[in-house]
């Protein structure tokens, strides 16, 4: 049970003995209309849903969008895995090389196109099912296991706890992830819905990311992210 849930029980457990004795035993009125008024009080924080909009229907969402996505892929034959970086919008994109050997833009502007052009390199740029997740003010000033937990965790429910160790590469362990629509070219371009999540919440705090691979355990899975530049 929620803390304010827990503050609320106990507040109707309170106030319904006070009415008692203050209507009964003191026949004090007001304080037992006070008492009263904190009765509608507390089944009012208990009545009052803690998430006005739901995980599942988070999840659903991002998967949606996931699956809009897949079909762009398809129309343009695209299998590369992209680059997620954050422009100077505060938005973060995908960039997928339109040929091998490109690394992540170097400029920072948002894309002007879906085909975005950089001196000589092309890129097909799109934006990440959790693109505005990361500007959140929920996770303003949280460090990126916070803002992961939050998201992944608290608000998505995608996965029950996550873990977050660097070294040469980000490492993100992600406990009992949760099944979700398969979408095979978006995976290959974006990784996972999940991973895809924290490539977004990863380049929003440490600069252009790469998912380098997913590797499923026994009750967790493990995202390994490659950090091309701090900024």
Not at 67 to 92: K, P
Not at 113 to 119: A, N
Not at 124 to 142: D, H, Q, V
Not at 206 to 225: A, C, M, N, Q, T
Request: proline share 5%.
């Amino acid at each position: 049970m929620e803390r304010l849930h827990l503050f609320a029980v106990g507040l109707l457990i309170f106030s319904a003995l006070l009415t008692i004795i203050s209507y009964f035993l003191l026949s004090n009125i007001p304080l037992a209309a006070l008492a009263i008024g904190m009765i509608i009080l507390a089944i009012s924080i208990l009545l009052t849903p803690l998430q006005s909009f739901p995980p599942q229907a988070i999840r659903a969402l991002l998967e949606g969008s996931a699956l809009s996505l897949e079909a762009i892929l398809e129309e343009f034959d695209i299998s590369m895995r992209g680059y997620y970086v954050q422009a100077n919008d505060g938005r973060v994109y995908l960039y997928v090389p339109l040929k091998e050997g490109l690394g992540p833009p170097i400029k920072r502007s948002a894309p002007s196109g879906l085909v975005h052009v950089e001196d000589s390199s092309r890129y097909l740029s799109l934006i990440p099912p959790a693109s505005e997740l990361t500007k959140a003010s929920e996770i303003s000033g949280m460090s990126l296991e916070s803002a992961l937990t939050y998201i992944l965790v608290d608000l998505t429910e995608i996965a029950d706890a996550v873990e977050v160790t660097f070294d040469e590469v980000l490492t993100i362990r992600m406990k009992n992830v949760k099944p979700h629509v398969a979408a095979g070219r978006f995976n290959a371009v974006f990784g996972s819905l999940e991973a895809s999540i924290a490539a977004c919440l990863a380049a929003s705090l440490l600069g252009p990311v790469r998912i380098i691979k997913e590797v499923e355990e026994e009750d967790s899975k493990l995202v390994i992210l490659e950090v091309v530049e701090h900024e």
